[in-house]
Each structure stands twice: as C-alpha cells, then as structure tokens.
C-alpha cells in the first residue's frame, strides 16, 4: 500500500508533503518538507528505508536553511550499529530508529515496531536530527499507549512530553501543538529504483 500525506506544521509554519510506501519487503518514505523559523525559509528532502519490521535500515537528509545546506547521509543494520559511508559510528549505537524534528512520520517507526498493548509503555533510543540548530546526536524517548490510536510520547530526561494521535497504519493524524494531517491520499507511484 502508499500513502500520499499533508501535515502541516503548528510550531515552526510547515507543509509537508510525503510519499510512504509499505510492501512485503519494507518501508520506503520520500519527502519534502517547506517552511519559516524565525524568518528564513527552509526545505528538507529525506529518505528513509526500513524493513518489514520497521526498522531503520537507511536514511538520507539534504536540508537547507539560514545560507547553509547539509547532508546527512547514514545506513544501519536494523538493531543500532550505524556507518556514515564506509565508517562504523560508535557515538550512534543502540540508536534503533531515527527522529527528524521536522516531520511526524518518524514518530511511526517506534510506533509500528514496539508494537505495544494499552497502558504498555517502552524507551527507545533514537539518532536524532535537529536539522535547524545542525545538530545530530543520540537521544532517549519513552512512548506510552494510551488507547487504540493514541500514545503519550516523551523526552528522556523529561523535557518534553505530547500526545499523539494515529491511524489503523500506525501513521500519525494529530501530534499535539506540533503538526497535524491535512490529507491521505492512496497511490500509486512507481517508484524508480535507487543505488543506496
């Protein structure tokens, strides 16, 4: 099945448009993300693969904003040992899934993989870009589910904390005060295949 979806973005004025693909061999998601922070335009493009299992095997960023551009480009073997190119990351281990602060979608992936029953809560340890500030480090979050679609998401230490609402597919609706989905389509792109 794909999944074409809008989110808008609450905080920092956002438009996101993104193409996720899900199919017996995994996730493939292509997006692009528009929007102002404290007065400068910014775009991101980023591709994520994973696996049936959703997890995160491959990720791409190209963003620009505020006269830089950066490129973030990292593979994993699906259980936290991450390369950039040919180089093992150790500062990156245990990290399962990636958090891209401007997108909910990466919110899914823990959703999908831990899988959890209600009132069942887990951490998981994410490689988190901060792409307006330029930063990328390992961080720590704890998901609780609350209902069928809803989960109480946050920070480790406790810095921040939000409820977030999903479909049947795990893909978030309402992520509280930060974005919410303005349309889901169903389509039917080929998706011409990269060399990753």
Known sequence: MQFNILWTGREYYSLENCLIDINESGVDV???VIGKYEGRIYRVDYHIKANPDWETQFVQINCRHANREQLHRLRSDGNGHWKIGNEY???FEGCQ???????PFTNSLPINRLKLA???????????????NDKLFPAQQRYKRISGSQYHYQNIPNDFEAEITVDENGLVVDYANLFSRTLTLPTNYCHHKQNI
């Open 89 to 91: 990351a150790p500062e």
């Open 30 to 32: 292509n997006s692009v």
């Open 97 to 103: 899934y990636v958090d891209i602060s401007l997108t």
């Open 118 to 132: 209600e009132g069942e809560s887990r951490e998981a340890h994410v490689l988190y870009f901060d792409l307006l």
